[in-house]
């Protein structure tokens, strides 16, 4: 499943392309995957401008002039990808790595598929079927279920280091691993950054939150801004699932200090990097650097 990152570098992809365009039409084949009432599909989307893309933890946001907006979970295996009638160079593809990115589409894995005025087409597909497409009012997205668990966004101004030792004190008896993945805790984290700024920090994943000092705290907020920044710049991660807004690999694993390189050197201490389970999820840490206390 993609985190922040990859989810931010499709919004930033999404936003450069879809902005004032305004819909025509709307075709969807999964109910499951697009469950929305036909009458409200054609009252606030058909005829309506997208007017910003969002996004919020994992999940994006095409708010539109009606005062609706779709928002988008990709899940394991969904797709979003811009065609532009006008120009066939003018194609960008985010998601998993299928060959739904280059194919003439729709193809079989489309679920849903928007198109413009100007007959562009935004087309979300969906292999396994488990993401989704839901059209909501925008006044109501903050008192929504998910939108009121999610944990602040831990880059945005306003979220300090203050406030990220304040939320993860709350979760005292659970790893910092645990808490670093739990959404309701801080937004948007998932294996791979975990991992990575917990290295960065010198903090074993394995070790509790009460076992973690303030300072650590601190210093691990400043490792996953800079480790979350870096992966944006890069374009995300190249994890087998998942590309980038522009239909290609991101590039941030190859900058990557710890995750999949287990066997290898450690780049600061030269130890070797190890995989160990945590949360239950595979996790890799460099023992000499990260030392679990006792």
Same mark, same amino acid.
């Given at each position: 499943?993609? &985190?922040?990152?990859?989810? &931010?570098?499709?919004?930033?992809?999404?936003?450069?392309?879809?902005?004032?365009?305004?819909?025509?039409?709307?075709?969807? $084949? *999964?109910?499951?995957?697009?469950? %929305?009432?036909?009458?409200?599909?054609?009252?606030?989307?058909?005829?309506?401008?997208?007017?910003?893309?969002?996004?919020?933890?994992?999940?994006?946001?095409? +708010?539109?002039?009606?005062?609706?907006?779709?928002?988008?979970?990709?899940?394991? !295996?969904?797709?979003?990808?811009?065609?532009?009638?006008?120009?066939?160079?003018? /194609?960008?593809?985010?998601?998993?790595?299928?060959?739904?990115?280059? %194919? @003439?589409?729709? +193809?079989?894995?489309?679920?849903?598929? #928007?198109?413009?005025?100007? &007959?562009?087409?935004?087309?979300?597909?969906?292999? /396994?079927?488990?993401? *989704?497409?839901?059209?909501?009012?925008? =006044?109501?997205?903050?008192? #929504?279920?998910?939108?009121?668990?999610?944990?602040?966004?831990?880059?945005?101004?306003?979220?300090?280091?203050?406030?990220?030792?304040?939320?993860?004190?709350?979760?005292?008896?659970?790893?910092?691993? =645990?808490?670093?993945? +739990?959404?309701?805790?801080? =937004?948007? #984290?998932?294996?791979?950054?975990?991992? &990575?700024?917990?290295?960065?920090?010198? #903090?074993?994943?394995?070790?509790?939150?009460?076992?973690?000092? @303030?300072?650590?705290?601190?210093?691990?907020?400043?490792?996953? /801004?800079?480790?979350?920044? !870096? =992966?944006?710049?890069?374009?995300?991660? !190249? @994890?087998?699932?998942?590309? @980038?807004?522009?239909?290609?690999?991101?590039?941030?694993?190859?900058?990557?200090?710890?995750?999949?390189?287990?066997?290898?050197?450690?780049?600061?201490?030269?130890?070797?990097? $190890?995989?160990?389970?945590?949360?239950?999820?595979?996790?890799?840490?460099?023992?000499?650097?990260?030392?679990?206390?006792?």
């Amino acid at each position: 499943m993609p &985190e922040l990152p990859e989810v &931010e570098t499709v919004r930033r992809g999404l936003a450069k392309l879809v902005l004032g365009r305004t819909i025509a039409q709307v075709v969807f $084949d *999964w109910p499951k995957g697009f469950p %929305n009432s036909q009458t409200d599909v054609n009252t606030f989307v058909i005829g309506a401008k997208i007017v910003s893309v969002q996004r919020r933890a994992k999940v994006l946001i095409l +708010d539109l002039d009606s005062g609706y907006s779709l928002i988008v979970h990709l899940k394991m !295996t969904g797709q979003l990808v811009f065609t532009d009638s006008q120009s066939d160079d003018l /194609r960008f593809g985010a998601g998993h790595p299928s060959d739904s990115l280059i %194919n @003439n589409l729709p +193809d079989t894995s489309t679920r849903v598929t #928007i198109t413009f005025r100007d &007959e562009s087409k935004l087309f979300f597909n969906d292999q /396994r079927k488990f993401g *989704w497409m839901k059209l909501l009012p925008t =006044a109501t997205l903050p008192d #929504i279920p998910f939108f009121q668990k999610v944990g602040p966004e831990p880059l945005d101004a306003s979220f300090t280091a203050d406030r990220f030792v304040e939320r993860f004190q709350r979760r005292q008896k659970t790893s910092i691993k =645990a808490a670093l993945l +739990d959404q309701t805790v801080i =937004a948007g #984290i998932g294996n791979i950054y975990a991992d &990575e700024s917990l290295w960065a920090a010198r #903090i074993h994943p394995n070790t509790r939150v009460v076992d973690v000092t @303030n300072d650590q705290l601190n210093t691990l907020f400043s490792e996953l /801004r800079l480790v979350l920044n !870096t =992966a944006i710049k890069k374009g995300g991660s !190249t @994890n087998k699932n998942y590309v @980038n807004a522009q239909g290609k690999k991101g590039s941030y694993m190859d900058f990557a200090n710890v995750f999949r390189r287990e066997g290898q050197p450690c780049l600061r201490c030269q130890s070797s990097i $190890d995989k160990i389970r945590v949360a239950g999820r595979g996790t890799h840490i460099c023992s000499n650097c990260q030392v679990l206390p006792t």
